[in-house]
């Protein structure tokens, strides 16, 4: 089956610690895109990546980063350095037509 | 930031007809109009997409007037398994910025 998968669905980390969180797609899409979204809010963007090796910030990228070595993969590695981390990680990838887009399942990051 | 103005919540009940509007005064040319519906705890999921005039699926229709300032998400005859949050977005694939979205009640 064609998706994106995330992993692992819940995760527990002690502060201070860098924590990596995976997403893989096999759907061939250039375009995929790291989220956060807390209790009751909307989804925000943490990262996005048009193509292999090369990605851009999005509008909470501090704290935060990734790589894209593979079009298959989008890793996002939550660093010590991000203050709130507790929250619910997306991930989702796009063709380059419009903004239809296909999310995992999502990460619940806990950090105590 | 999001370029989309929706109502925050939105009440209805089974069977009835909910039409959510999302405002995208800046909207460029080439720009999409696309809603997702998310469930708690779950990633978002596509509902339709649009460009201009109207776009019907197997599960809602998407209408789009002659300015493009604005759009409206159609579902028909809900029931109590639509209540979810309701996103448009509008443009191209290297802008998925998410408002915060409509929360949609559906009462029996």
Known sequence: DGGITQSPKYLFRK???????????????????????????????????????????????????????????????????????TAFYLCASSTGTGIRAFFGQGTRLTVV | LAKTTQPISMDSYEGQEVNITCSHNNIATNDYITWYQQFPSQGPRFIIQGYKTKVTNEVASLFIPADRKSSTLSLPRVSLSDTAVYYCLVGGYNDMRFGAGTRLTVKP
């Open chain 1, 15 to 85: 502060e201070g610690q860098n924590v990596t969180l995976s997403c893989e797609q096999n759907l061939n899409h250039d375009a995929m895109y790291w989220y956060r979204q807390d209790p009751g809010q909307g989804l925000r963007l943490i990262y996005y990546s048009q193509i292999v090796n090369d990605f851009q910030k999005g509008d909470i990228a501090e704290g935060y980063s990734v790589s894209r070595e593979k079009k298959e993969s989008f890793p996002l590695t939550v660093t010590s350095a991000q203050k709130n981390p």
